[in-house]
């Protein structure tokens, strides 16, 4: 039988959902439908009839009921599957269904009242849309925000291939990137790919079926290069991972040392892994390789910590770093980059192995149609020209200092959540700490998607879970790219509350921790 909801009168609502229906917007006692649906199994439909203050009921769509009516592991009923809804609907999860939408809104403030005749808010929309606001705030590890100017630059129309604008373009992209990496003797490669396509890239070129490289661990980042090695036909040697360490340069020089055929041709470093918010020490592994007296290509994915920790390609020695457009660059998905100096050029020219899009060697061309292996992907040049741009404007030692400021700001906030004993730092090491990012580990029994949808739907921030093996068990705040202090604070507040209404244990001081982190650092 159908359930007929006329949305009025409404004198309490703890946990307001909102419907989008026929482009109004209408605050429904979501506790109260729930009990009825869930105490009569013969409900089979939820008719919706609609009114504003005043009015008399209009009809509204027709939503089925879908079986069965389960219970959550705490023994407390779940919402009933709703057609086109996911199976479980836990607060902050968005539902689309036929033609409407329902998300989790908001609690009623202490005292408020929506009146005896209902509460029934105007605004524009089709039906079945599903309003979001502007101002969500992205906190992700990438993509990140993406600054006004890039938006513009990437939203230009196209020019054709023999527009005497195009080199220029490609040309400020290279020199930029060359200044951005602080390098003088390496060639700039761009394609359109993301981070997994310039680690291809990287492999095509430097592996030979059975050659070996080392990959030391760094976790889910580090494990994933090694699988596409091997993907290759490669040989991935690999060194421990300890979580919540970065790599042992001991056990690199270990490895290279026990190599005494020089067959490993590379070392594969992840600078940040993005997963685990841990940085490595590329001073000490370049120390490592020299002190172990071997020949391997020092190859650094610099994808989650380039314009955000200091870097330099030429002083550190190395021979090729790859990256992407979506973290730090500030860039839309879908532009990666290898730089290679020529020592890595000429390893690359003696590898026999078959290629074609990702050659280096039939990319070093000065047509524009060669660089890119066929049409360059303009936008995103464009955009990139934007975003070395405003990086240089504002200096690359600011744009390292910013980061350094808002990562200890967030550290900050983490340490106090710890007290309550549910939440912890997951990088042991604090120097080790990345500067981008930040994975926050939280304890057994703790979901930390469910923070994530809350943080997201109710309070606007969105934020990253984990990965790989550290899926389910942490969750992460980036920090990179185009933020400032204010935006940092905002998602701060806003992990804070998702924190609480999910009852996780922690301290309620975050915020101010922050708060005091940034201030120490203003004097």
């Known amino acids: ?13 703890r946990f307001a959902e909102r419907f989008l229906l026929d482009g109004t917007v209408v605050f429904v006692d979501i506790d109260e439908l729930r009990r009825l649906v869930l105490e009569d199994s013969a409900i089979a439909s939820v008719d919706f009839q609609i009114a504003r203050p005043g009015e008399s009921c209009r009809a509204g769509p027709v939503f089925d009921i879908v079986e069965p009516r389960a219970k959550s592991p705490g023994g407390s009923p779940d919402w009933p599957g709703i057609l086109g809804a996911p199976e479980t609907a836990g607060h902050g999860t968005t539902h689309v269904l036929e033609g409407a939408a329902v998300t989790v809104l908001r609690e009623q403030s202490p005292g408020e009242s929506r009146g005896a005749t209902g509460y029934v808010l105007e605004m524009s929309g089709e039906a079945g849309d599903v309003y979001v606001t502007d101002m969500r705030l992205l906190h992700s590890p990438g993509p990140t925000r993406i600054p006004d100017e890039v938006v513009n630059a990437m939203a230009r129309q196209p020019t054709d291939l023999a527009d005497a604008r195009l080199p220029l373009l490609i040309g400020a992209c290279e020199s930029g990137m060359k200044a951005l990496l602080q390098t003088e003797r390496a060639e700039v490669f761009f394609y359109a790919a993301n981070g997994h396509g310039g680690w291809e890239a990287v492999i095509a070129n430097l592996v030979a079926p059975g050659a070996a490289v080392l990959v030391p661990g760094t976790g889910h980042f580090s494990d994933g290069w090694a699988e596409q090695v091997e993907a290759y036909g490669g040989v991935a040697v690999r060194t421990p991972y300890r979580e919540g360490f970065p790599i042992d340069p001991a056990a690199v020089e270990a490895a290279l040392r026990d190599d005494t055929a020089h067959r490993i041709g590379a070392v594969f470093v992840v600078h940040t892994d993005t997963a685990s918010s841990t940085t490595c020490d590329l001073v000490a592994l370049r120390a490592a390789i020299d002190a172990a007296r071997h020949p391997a290509l020092f190859v650094v994915d610099v994808v989650a910590s380039l314009a955000a ?19 730090g660059l500030m860039v839309h998905p879908g532009l990666a980059f ?25 990319r070093q061309s000065p047509l524009s149609y060669r660089k890119f292996c066929g049409t360059p992907p303009l936008a995103h040049l464009a955009g990139l020209e934007a975003a070395l741009a405003l990086i240089a404007h504002e200096g690359l030692d600011e744009v390292h200092a910013r980061h350094a400021r808002l990562a200890r700001a967030v550290q900050a906030a983490v340490t106090s959540w710890s007290e309550g004993g549910a939440l912890r730092l997951f990088t042991q090491v604090p120097a080790a700490r990345a500067v981008s990012v930040t994975a926050i580990e939280v304890a057994p029994g703790i979901d930390p998607e469910a923070v994530r949808t809350v943080a997201r739907e109710r309070f606007q921030v969105a934020v990253a879970g984990g990965l790989g093996p550290l899926a389910g068990r942490v969750f992460r705040i980036g920090h990179m790219g185009d933020v400032n202090e204010a935006m940092v604070l905002g998602c701060l507040a806003g992990v804070e509350a998702a924190l609480h209404v999910e009852g996780v244990a922690c301290g309620r001081n975050g915020v101010d921790a922050a708060i005091a982190a940034l201030v120490e650092a203003a004097r």
């Open 1 to 13: 039988m159908p359930l007929t909801l006329a949305i009025h009168p409404i004198t309490e609502i």
């Open 309 to 327: 920790a200091p870097f330099a390609m030429d002083a550190l020695g190395i021979d090729v770093v790859i990256g992407a457009s979506q973290k």
């Open 338 to 362: 290898v730089a290679a100096d020529e020592r890595a050029l000429a390893f690359a020219r003696a590898n026999p192995t078959p290629r074609f899009y990702w050659d280096w060697q039939r």
